[in-house]
Structure formats: structure tokens, C-alpha cells
């Protein structure tokens, strides 16, 4: 099973940026006329939406439960997807070293995708972040991929003894996906965990 990131709340927001960018032309064609006032109204009516559209946005992200995604299974953000597939522990006197073997792939139907600019790193029930452990003799993450392509690679992370659940995170979201209504980055909106033990 594949857990996608976004359903539609993207194509929304482009949507909704296009009306904007008219508006904003509308407007501009008004200053020439000195139509301050039908301008401003224009600008009241903009203004009165935006809010309207953010508070949406924060309304979905509060109301959508959240995401767990287990092994076995693939997360998708865009169409840069990850799944881990199992997962092997090494004690390190007072840390254990966590290797997970994952597989990474593009769901896009054109075009190259990477993850290039992100980070990873493990985050335990209590909120400790584990970050991702360099190692240069494997794949790296954020390796380019073509359409449909995948990779298999191992995340290593060195977390402490009495981390009991440990979950997949990553960071690197841009800003804009902060109002893709119901996205796993937007506002408000609860991240999606990736399960690692």
C-alpha cells in the first residue's frame, strides 16, 4: 500500500494562486483609471479569502487524523516515495545502532525527482530526534531517480538504549506546501510517522 503526502490540496492552492495573480492584474488595471475605491474592494475581497482559505486549511489539518505508515508499506511525498522494509538493531555500549533497509522510488510518470536538500533522522515517543548516520559504502537518499525508478539502501541512526518506538522523519518541506489544504506539511497539520520499530 502506497500513502500519499497530498491528495488534491496542491492542485487547490495552484488554483487558488492563479485567481490571485488575476486579481492582481485587476487591480493594476484600476490605478491607471484612478479607481481607488473599486480597487480596494478588490484588494478587501482578496484580503477577506485569504484568511478564509488559511483558516480551511488549518481546519483540515486539525480535523485529519494522523498518518502511520508501517513496514511494508510506502510513503509518497510528491512522487518521491520510501518504505522500509526491515529493520536490524546493534548494541553500542549505550546506544543501539538502528539500520533500516529501505526502498526508494519515483512514482512520477516523467521527469527525474531526488530528495536532494532534505534530511532524515529517527524521532522516538518521547520527541528525541536521531539523526541520520552517514555512511559512504551505501546508496545515498537522496540519490536522483528517473520515472519509475527505485533503489534499495540502508539508513543507519545511532538512538539511545531506552528509545521504545522509533518513527522515520524527514525535514526539507518548501513553504508553499504550508497551505496545501489536507498535505501532510500543512498548517497545523499533524506529520506523518514512517514506523521503525
Not at 4 to 10: L, M, N
Not at 31 to 59: D, H, M, N, Q
Not at 112 to 141: H, M, T, W
Amino acid at each position: 500500500m502506497i500513502v500519499h503526502s497530498d491528495a488534491v490540496g496542491s492542485m487547490v492552492f495552484f488554483l487558488v494562486m492563479a485567481i490571485s495573480a488575476l486579481t492582481l492584474v485587476v487591480v493594476l488595471m484600476c490605478l491607471p483609471g484612478r479607481e481607488f475605491r473599486l480597487a480596494g474592494k478588490i484588494l478587501g475581497w482578496w484580503s477577506a479569502c485569504f484568511v478564509a482559505y488559511t483558516a480551511l486549511t488549518i481546519a483540515v489539518s486539525l480535523l485529519l487524523p494522523q498518518k502511520v505508515v508501517n513496514p511494508g508499506q510506502s510513503y509518497c511525498v510528491d512522487s518521491w516515495c520510501i518504505g522500509v522494509q526491515n529493520v536490524t538493531k546493534t548494541a553500542l555500549g549505550q546506544d543501539v545502532a538502528y539500520k533500516a533497509a529501505v526502498r526508494i522510488f519515483s512514482d512520477a510518470g516523467r521527469g527525474n525527482i531526488s530528495a536532494k536538500g532534505a534530511s532524515l533522522y529517527l524521532v522516538d515517543e518521547r520527541g528525541r530526534r536521531f539523526p541520520l548516520v552517514p555512511d559512504p559504502a551505501v546508496i545515498p537518499f537522496d540519490t536522483e531517480l528517473s520515472p519509475k525508478q527505485s533503489v534499495d539502501t540502508t539508513l543507519t541512526f545511532r538512538v539511545a538504549a531506552d528509545a521504545q518506538h522509533l518513527f522515520l522523519r524527514g525535514d526539507g518541506d518548501l513553504w508553499i506546501t504550508y497551505f496545501f489544504i489536507g498535505d501532510d506539511s500543512a498548517l497545523l497539520h499533524r506529520p506523518t510517522l514512517i514506523r521503525v520499530l
